[in-house]
Nanobody, 128 residues
Framework: EVQLVQSGGGLVQAGGSLRLSCEASGFTFDDYTIGWFRRAPGKEPEGVSCIRNTDGSTYYADFVKGRFTISSDNAKNTVFLQLNSLKPEDTAVYYC?????????????????????WGLGTQVIVSS
């Protein structure tokens, strides 16, 4: 059974930091691309970032470049999203997601939500 168990998130003031974790099980982690997307109340989902575990390639949406960092610990089957310099507009439920295939385009994965599985989401609230 595929599982993506998320942790982290919470309430932080603008300018602060948080780290989200996504522990995966039920599939061969190294063969997957793992990413994050978010959904704010009343808004459409937004692709945030992803990392292709076969070679470590990453992609970031423009609105998080330079502030968020995605990383993967293949030994622990866990992907992290470090959120720095948070803004109130980053407030959303963040979802971890995974897609199979070692040749996935990291750009397409983020922009087109090419995911097979996703977690339950974790809330991030940034106060002004």
């Amino acid at each position: 059974e595929v599982q993506l168990v998320q942790s982290g998130g919470g309430l932080v003031q603008a300018g602060g930091s948080l780290r989200l974790s996504c522990e995966a099980s039920g599939f061969t982690f190294d063969d997957y691309t793992i990413g994050w997307f978010r959904r704010a109340p009343g808004k459409e989902p937004e692709g945030v970032s992803c990392i292709r575990n076969t070679d470590g390639s990453t992609y970031y949406a423009d609105f998080v470049k330079g502030r968020f960092t995605i990383s993967s610990d293949n030994a622990k089957n866990t992907v992290f999203l470090q959120l720095n310099s948070l803004k109130p507009e980053d407030t959303a439920v963040y979802y971890c997601a995974a897609v199979s295939g070692s040749q996935q385009s990291v750009v397409r994965v983020v922009k087109e939500f090419l995911y097979d599985y996703w977690g339950l989401g974790t809330q991030v609230i940034v106060s002004s």
